[in-house]
């Protein structure tokens, strides 16, 4: 257990290293990293309580086949079951589910959500050391050809002999590099909620290059707009005939289909969605509990995401045909030439 203390906070102590360079790719080792310890200290969870319900049979209310499920499981697992153990509330683990999945998007795609890496980077690392700190841990052993990792030793005191004092030292150790990150709360949901205003700006750009067209025949209302890009989407998706024939669709060919679709199908948003969305901005930048915050901020981007990438693709289309039709003009400004 000692070694597991001691490569947890070997961990930590180079998140913090690099989360105080307070750059953006430091701050993304700094997530990452602080993530490692995390799904350490959850799969550290399961094993103790899976040996303690195989030795002490008698405790049924250890649960052993959630706890061998987190085992051999992933993220998840470790995390449903550090909530069975009753060591993780919701709220942080909410946090903590979201931020792993930040970190595989920045481990598998490299830099992502640049603007507000370090904001997210710093909240991780607080909730994971309060986490942390307050962890039950097994009795301390050290074994004699153990070697305590340098970056832990400045942390535990007695790490080369038996230490009933380790686990004081590891929760102390956890709230003194917490105090020492410099996260801050208004900052963290100011980012969030400018993050979001970028978002819904590019968006209600992009809806008006759309509902404005190329063409005089093609100017519609901006609520006629997000009624038509949606249907063209489906309309020309796979499976998009055998979803319209689900809601009374007769049949006929794709310019029908098309028109039944605007016409007639339940889309999620037939009306100009910006309003509504300006709405969740300004709420989300009152919000005083971070935690809530970042979930707010993660289902806005979520449930959001298809519309507005399916309207920069409408609108790129649009930019794109007036740039052929300004090279066309400038050709034949050259050949009067």
């Not at 990452?32 to 959850?42: G, K, P, Q, S, W």
């Not at 098309?258 to 889309?267: E, N, Q």
Request: charge should be negative; include cysteine.
């Amino acid at each position: 257990m000692l070694m597991f203390l001691a490569g947890v906070l070997e961990q930590l102590d180079l998140a913090l290293e690099h989360i105080s360079k307070r750059g953006v790719h430091d701050a993304r080792f700094g997530l990452m990293l602080t993530d490692n310890a995390v799904e350490l200290a959850l799969h550290q969870i399961a094993k103790d309580k899976h040996s303690e319900r195989r030795y002490r049979y008698i405790n049924g209310d250890i649960p052993y086949a959630e706890a061998e499920e987190a085992l051999t499981g992933g993220f998840d697992a470790k995390l449903k079951f550090g909530k069975l153990d009753g060591q993780l509330p919701d709220e942080i683990a909410g946090t903590l589910r979201v931020m792993h999945t930040f970190r595989n998007e920045l481990y598998h795609l490299g830099i992502q959500h640049e603007e507000i890496l370090l904001d997210l980077a710093e909240f991780h690392f607080v909730t994971a050391c309060n986490f942390l700190s307050q962890m039950k841990t097994a009795r301390i052993f050290w074994y004699r050809d153990a070697e305590i990792p340098a970056r832990a030793q400045k942390y535990l005191r007695e790490a080369r002999s038996f230490s009933s004092a380790a686990s004081k030292d590891f929760a102390d150790a956890c709230r003194s590099m917490q105090a020492q990150c410099g996260y801050s709360r208004s900052r963290l949901v100011t980012s969030l909620a400018g993050q979001m205003d970028r978002a819904i700006d590019e968006t209600d750009e992009n809806l008006t290059i759309v509902a404005t067209g190329v063409y005089q025949h093609q100017r519609q209302t901006r609520d006629e707009a997000v009624v038509e890009f949606q249907a063209w989407e489906l309309a020309f998706s796979e499976g998009g005939e055998t979803e319209a024939k689900k809601h009374g669709w007769p049949g006929g060919d794709r310019r029908e289909l098309l028109v039944w679709l605007m016409a007639h199908y339940p889309f999620k948003d037939r009306r100009d969605p910006i309003p509504g969305w300006k709405k969740q901005a300004i709420r989300l930048r009152s919000n005083g509990n971070p935690h809530k915050a970042l979930q707010n901020y993660t289902s806005f981007m979520a449930v959001t995401a298809k519309l507005r990438e399916a309207m920069s693709l409408a609108a790129a289309a649009a930019e794109e045909e007036i740039d052929r039709q300004a090279d066309e003009y400038r050709e034949r400004m050259r050949d009067r030439d």
